[in-house]
């Protein structure tokens, strides 16, 4: 009788793991799909991924495109608007020549006579910065001296000894 107990006993224990793994099968604790269904799922991902990063990166050129071509047209603006301000300056000049020469031919040998301050001398820089970026270039400084002197940046003090046609410097100065 011990021995069919024991029999049952371990027939029931049998039974129990077999519905055990079963269950445990069906719930997917111990089953991993094979190589074939975990590469196609795994293509199937990668495809999404790679279809979303085209699109975002789609997107993002046509924006960088169309600021581009806005900065260009801003560009092209700001080029516009510098040559009429050196065309109206070029015109000042020679307006204030005129009106020296007719003054003179009028009798009036200087301006200086009537109290008037003489027109200066032409020059395409007439701003103050200018002058002081021209000096100190003109002293033997360089752009990046002059940039640490004035507080300027590097890039406006070219702009600014480009526009005012600097050549020669003065031999720097004995310290």
């Not at 789609?58 to 065309?87: F, H, Y």
């Not at 940039?147 to 890039?155: D, F, R, V």
């Amino acid at each position: 009788m011990t021995h069919i107990l024991l029999i049952l006993i371990f027939a029931a224990g049998l039974i129990a793991n077999l519905a055990w793994t079963f269950y445990l099968f069906r719930r997917n604790k111990w089953f991993r799909p094979g190589p074939a269904q975990d590469l196609a799922g795994f293509e199937t991902r990668m495809e999404r991924l790679m279809t979303e990063v085209h699109r975002v990166t789609s997107a993002n050129v046509e924006l960088l495109e169309s600021r581009i071509d806005a900065l260009r047209e801003v560009g092209g603006l700001a080029d516009e608007r510098l040559k009429r301000i050196r065309g109206s300056l070029t015109d000042l000049e020679i307006l204030l020549n005129r009106i020296h020469r007719v003054k003179q031919s009028l009798g009036k040998p200087s301006d200086e006579a009537d109290g008037e301050i003489a027109p200066p001398p032409p020059s395409p820089v007439r701003s103050s910065r200018g002058d002081a970026v021209c000096g100190l270039y003109r002293q033997g400084l360089t752009e990046r001296q002059i940039a640490q002197k004035t507080g300027l940046g590097i890039a406006e003090i070219r702009f600014l000894l480009k526009l005012s046609n600097v050549e020669g410097r003065a031999a720097a100065p004995a310290p």
